[in-house]
């Protein structure tokens, strides 16, 4: 961690504000791109990264290391994903609940057919289970890339990669996402 980094832990356990919107400037796409990775789903990935710099934000007091911040951030990230898990999974558990829903008069809408929903879907959890499968000196920047929308500058900042070693990972990434996604293809293709 860069020593301008430290400083701004510092001044932010001091209860400098703009210190600490610093921190989260510089680190928030590292942890979208993690917690995207367990759910998949960009507006729940957006309310946990919500989740986990509050809970960062409240708790910062007890960082005793400031130059293990991005590790510490990322430990309450993977916690606040666990929590959530477990709240879903007690909420399933727990059947539907009662409500009132609202029926649409047929009015065909622009959304896909069901059964294009279906295929992106799938496709988008294909593409997610390989990304998950790949090494995370891969993941992450691929994921910061091509999901979060991230600029080259923002992932070399966030992941401390100088120009030429981002663009190598990215390079290697997207070609060990590309054979994989051909693998996987042609495994479903032999099992059609």
Do not use: C
């Amino acid at each position: 961690m860069a020593d301008l980094e430290v400083a701004l832990v510092e001044k932010a356990q001091a209860g400098d504000r703009a210190a600490f919107e610093e921190m989260v400037r510089r680190t928030s796409g590292l942890v979208f791109a993690r917690l995207y990775l367990e759910t998949g789903d960009s507006h729940r990935t957006e309310d946990l990264l919500q989740e986990t710099l509050l809970v960062a934000f409240r708790s910062l007091h007890k960082l005793v290391d400031p130059k293990s911040f991005r590790a510490w951030l990322m430990t309450i990230a993977q916690n606040v994903a666990i929590d959530a898990a477990r709240h879903d999974s007690r909420k399933k558990r727990s059947g539907p609940q009662t409500s009132l829903t609202l029926v649409k008069d047929g009015v065909p809408g622009k959304s896909p057919r069901p059964d294009e929903q279906l295929e992106q879907s799938e496709q988008r959890e294909q593409v997610l289970s390989i990304l998950r499968s790949l090494p995370e000196d891969y993941r992450l920047p691929l994921t910061m890339r091509y999901i979060g929308g991230a600029d080259y500058e923002t992932i070399r900042m966030q992941l401390g990669l100088s120009n030429g070693s981002l663009r190598g990972l990215l390079h290697r990434g997207l070609q060990m996402l590309k054979s994989k996604m051909e693998q996987s293809e042609r495994k479903l293709a032999v099992s059609r």
